[in-house]
């Protein structure tokens, strides 16, 4: 068998490219991956192995980006704890996942309205940073107006790195494959 057929061999018997981004967003850090450009098939002992610091990308929150599942929404958004087990939303994570979407040209607009796991958000992209409405209240009161409503969040958000990883192939066997760090590039 010949180098190249060998090389070909090994590439069959791993699974696909997986282009993601390391952001941070009011310190804590998360893997956003774009599942509207790119098939991504997710299982909690895989994003347990990716959240991993050592081993992996090493991740607070895996944020996925997909098409939305209801009209008048511009986007889903899923967000998985390191542990695999898949959360209602997160505001930091909406942070970078709006910072995301327009760095990616996903989008132009700067209102979105995004479908999670707890219901639909507003997001306002604006010049100095990004306004999550994280939904209604109860009893809650704004600090600043007074008034009862939403619960708002706003801050910025920064991409670290993006990056890509080959992920383990589905039928190389039952042999188990750390991602492995992938190569960084800084933003």
Known sequence: MSAGQDAARHRRNQGPLLRFTKMVGQGSDFMVVDAITQPFRLR??????????????????????EPPGLPDVDFRYRAFNADGTEAEQYGNGALCFARFVRDQRLTNKSL????????????????????????????????????????????????????QLRLPGESGGSRRRKPGRPNKQRI
Do not use: C, Y
């Not at 994003?47 to 991740?59: P, S």
């Not at 958000?121 to 939904?135: A, F, N, Q």
């Open 44 to 65: 909690p002992t895989l994003i347990r192995e990716l959240a991993d610091r050592n081993a992996g990308v090493g991740f607070a929150q895996l944020l996925i980006v």
């Open 112 to 163: 979105l309205w995004v479908q999670t796991a707890s219901g639909v958000l507003r997001i306002r992209i604006l010049k100095d940073g990004i306004e999550v409405s994280m939904g209604e209240t109860e009893p809650v009161t704004h600090s600043e107006t007074g008034e009862a409503g939403t619960v708002t969040i706003r801050g910025p958000a920064t991409s670290v790195f993006e990056g």
